[in-house]
């Protein structure tokens, strides 16, 4: 493990690739080029599909079509009752939520693995770590047990509150990974001046591990967008379905007769992903690179 | 910016009382309790008691319904002896993990070192191969897989462009169905990918160039220096993506439009296990299933972790 790369490491070898000639070069962007966009051709024949005319999608199959149309997706709006932009807003809410959520417990444990001494430190965080390897499901049917219980069963706590509770133990993993190269002479200076570890917290670390907080904070936003199992088993009222479940319900209702508002609707729910893809690339990255997050 | 502002704590000056060091370290201690209130309440009421929780479930029936009954181990007596839904659904499932891992695996390991040439727009690139993995989980695309796996999909018609005819209906042919979940696996390499481009680039470059004056090949190359050297990367991807592939669930799901047909073929595990709590309310028998699943992955990272002293090369270890 010690030989991943860490953070902000640099680009030593730059390989052999100077001395190539430039048609090699230009050969190889050509490859890059071509094969990228055949594994992205289907994403972009159901972009283009989306505004083809239902029946035009398999008659006409490639990207051209004679006729244009957004029918597709004034009838996939409504088409399984309610209006599909309720179930982006909820997951919208949703993921907010828990990216909050994760921010503020996963802080708080990291910075105490971290920096602060206490009994039973090693032990829990050996924990900690054995919890990132464990399987959701030995925990999934008593948990749902546990929330219908409590009467939490189509609500979204169920989705939110363990998120404050810093269940994604990775997240805490990959900040205690970063506030470690945080050097502790600060943490020193700070004492000095008189700060405990709650203003040493607040003022000296949480500032600087902001590289680490985008990470959790895209991270979290994707995995609970694109999240499919625990909506479909806390979110029975279609009125709190998020996204991927109302998608899902268009196989139900429908028997996929009609491809076209389908696609339009998965374009919908894809349309967060891309903005956060565009805009935390880096961080998408580095996040991946540094701790191996999908 | 940031790091001004911890400065500006660090350099007023301010006269601190003379703290006793045990009392200080006390009330470190208090505090560090303090900061992990949420983790701990969490741990707890979310982790440990949960499993616990269904390790003495597995040992019960119980539907949700009156109160659990103590069976012992008939449940998993039931699931070994006369439950060949459970062994097709192992049987799928490892099918899935030992043929779409490797194949994503090499598939990463391939764009990665195509990638890292020095190429100008080389971080595009990157972004651009990611952003299948970044999608390759969501209902979105797995609908989108029933259509491009279809009778009339996407490959068919390509297919037919070349020359093929009578093609099957891929995701509903029992022989196919699995293929084309292994390939919404391989088609998701990015996020390993990443993470052997980062490896690639801290092989140093005069390994190459030493080899290159010694007359060895592209594929000596490979074999002699790119694979010793990227060997614990390629450990960290095996563990993290067969930890997860174990656990496949949405595609699955979502492609057989919840039943893991047609005819079981993608019956993956958690599938099964979700069928047996959710639909058929077996709590005690899913219980059963988990802890079997919890077992087999932890059995897999060990074997993994076992056998890579004899395959995975870690700089500066000493023989």
Known sequence: MTTLPRWGASTNARTQAGNHHRGRRLLTHAVIIVAGIAMIYPLIWMIASSFKPDKLIFTEPGLWSSTWTLQNYVDGWNQIGLPFGLFLFNSLIISVACVVGNLFSCTLAAYAFSRLRFRGSGAMFAFMLVTIMLPFQVILVPQYILFQTIGWTNTFLPLIVPKFLGVDSFFIFLMVQFIRGIPRELDEAATVDGCGPIQIFWRVVLPLMRPALAVTAVFTFIWTWNDFLTPLLYLTDQAKFTAPVGLNAFIDSTGVTSYGPMFAMAILSLIPLFIVFLLAQRQLVQGIATTGLK | ?319
């Open chain 2, 1 to 319: 910016m940031t790091i001004r502002k911890a400065e500006g704590v660090v350099a007023r000056p301010r006269a601190t009382a003379a703290v006793k060091p045990r009392a200080r370290r006390r009330k470190g201690q208090r505090s560090a309790y303090l900061f992990l209130i949420p983790w701990m309440a969490g741990a707890l009421l979310v982790t440990i008691g949960p499993m616990l929780a269904s390790l003495v479930l597995s040992f019960t029936n119980y539907n949700l319904l009156g109160s659990p009954q103590f069976v012992g181990a008939q449940n998993y007596k039931q699931m070994f002896t006369s439950d060949p839904r459970f062994w097709h659904a192992s049987g799928v499932t490892l099918e899935y993990v030992v043929i779409g891992v490797p194949l994503q695996l090499a598939l990463a390991l391939a764009v990665a070192m195509l990638l890292n040439r020095g190429l100008r727009g080389m971080s595009f690139y990157r972004s651009f191969y990611y952003l299948p993995s970044l999608l390759g989980s969501s209902v979105a695309v797995a609908l989108l897989w029933r259509q491009i796996f279809g009778a009339d999909g996407l490959v068919n018609q390509a297919l037919a462009l070349v020359g093929f005819h009578h093609l099957p209906n891929w995701v509903a042919d029992p022989t196919w169905s699995l293929g084309t979940l292994v390939a919404l696996h391989v088609w998701a390499f990015g996020s390993p990918m990443v993470i052997f481009l980062a490896g690639l680039r801290q092989v140093p470059a005069q390994l190459y160039e030493a080899a290159a004056v010694d007359g060895a090949g592209a594929w000596r190359r490979f074999s002699s220096i790119t694979i010793p050297m990227l060997s614990p990367v390629v450990f960290f991807n095996l563990i993290l993506q067969m930890i997860s592939a174990f656990q496949t669930f949405t595609q699955a799901y979502v492609v057989s439009g919840g039943t893991g047909g047609p005819v079981d073929s993608t019956l993956f595990f958690s599938l099964y296990l979700y069928q047996r709590a959710f639909t058929d309310f077996d709590m005690g028998y899913a219980s059963a299933m988990a802890w079997v699943l919890l077992v087999v992955i932890g059995l897999f990272t060990w074997l993994a972790f076992a056998t890579s002293g004899r395959w995975v090369f870690y700089e500066g270890e000493k023989e």
